[in-house]
């Protein structure tokens, strides 16, 4: 499945207006995951319950099934330019599996652990720009993020399960595609989960590079989010 940047953005631009304006109305007990489920039919939850895996997975709450072609997330994390910051990442990509490499090279680190969180912070913490509540999901199942869609990085990739006498092959359901926020309304940053390690390339190109999940098939309420897995995401037309 190829998706155009212009028609990804066609869809997330209406919802980062609209989920700006909860922000200015909502009321202390409303949640974004509401606004979700008002906006679009449904919304993501975490569980430590994923069913490929000993660990964290993404599950969909729907009222109808969703159709293929839907934005279900984006991924989140600092974004690393293989031309001036390939040096700095060596630390933070020990042991990291959230390391996601889009086809143009550029690299999102999406853990909110150890050094990969500590230079997400003090890089969002110094415009007070961007999003960095998605950073409290690995300790919280319903985190108050700021964005529903930050939920990119704990979606695991379908796989095949080998038995003792057989081996079962678990589909996926969404598929990465690159996206890039460009030209994008100043007063909505603070709803971007992603930023790059050099900041103030962020702010004079005008250009974020992230990356969102979009679903290739029909998915059922209660189904966990499973994505296709790639080397490289692909790049949009």
Request: net charge neutral.
């Amino acid at each position: 499945m190829i998706v155009s940047n212009a028609s990804i953005k066609e869809k997330l631009l209406p919802f980062f207006h609209s989920l700006h304006q909860f922000h200015q109305t909502k009321l202390p007990s409303q949640h974004v995951f509401e606004f979700q489920q008002d906006y679009w039919g449904f919304h993501c939850f975490k569980t430590n319950h994923s069913t490929v895996c000993n660990g964290n997975g993404v599950f969909i709450q729907t009222q109808q099934p969703i159709p293929p072609g839907q934005i279900v997330a984006i991924y989140p994390g600092t974004v690393y330019d293989p031309h001036q910051d390939s040096q700095s990442l060596f630390l933070q990509s020990i042991g990291n599996h959230f390391l996601l490499k889009r086809k143009d090279a550029f690299i999102i680190d999406g853990n909110d652990r150890y050094f990969s969180k500590m230079i997400y912070q003090s890089i969002s913490e110094r415009g007070k720009l961007f999003d960095n509540t998605w950073l409290s999901w690995r300790k919280e199942t319903t985190p108050l993020l700021r964005n529903p869609l930050h939920v990119g990085h704990y979606i695991n990739s379908g796989k095949t399960i080998k038995g003792k006498y057989s081996s079962m092959q678990i589909h996926s359901n969404v598929t990465y595609m690159e996206f890039d926020f460009e030209d994008w309304p100043q007063e909505l940053f603070y709803l971007i989960g992603n930023v790059h390690f050099d900041y103030h390339s962020t702010l004079n190109n005008h250009c974020i590079r992230s990356a969102v999940l979009i679903s290739t098939r029909t998915i059922q309420n209660g189904e966990e989010l499973l994505s296709e897995y790639y080397s490289e995401v692909p790049k949009t037309i």
